[in-house]
């Protein structure tokens, strides 16, 4: 996989914050930052998904039992 560079500005205290949680759990801040910026995206994602969802139900609130439905198609 090839990699790209990019920058971010921190003031000293911001940098230092990061850096210390990067080191307290065994990473670089480049991993730390690509780890949590990932997660974020993932996260806000499934939010969409569970919104989408939620309103799909809340249109049309009629439920299955799992049981009924393992009967139909296992």
Avoid: Q
């Avoid at 989408?52 to 249109?59: I, L, Q, V, W």
């Amino acid at each position: 996989m090839a990699s790209a560079t990019m920058t971010i500005r921190l003031d000293e205290d911001e940098k230092r914050l990061i850096t210390d949680y990067a080191k307290t759990f065994g990473m670089s801040v480049s991993e730390l930052m690509r780890k949590s910026a990932l997660e974020m995206i993932e996260d806000e994602l499934d939010l969409e998904d569970w919104k989408s969802a939620k309103s799909e139900f809340d249109n049309d609130p009629e439920t299955i039992p799992a049981a009924e439905i393992a009967r139909k198609y296992l």
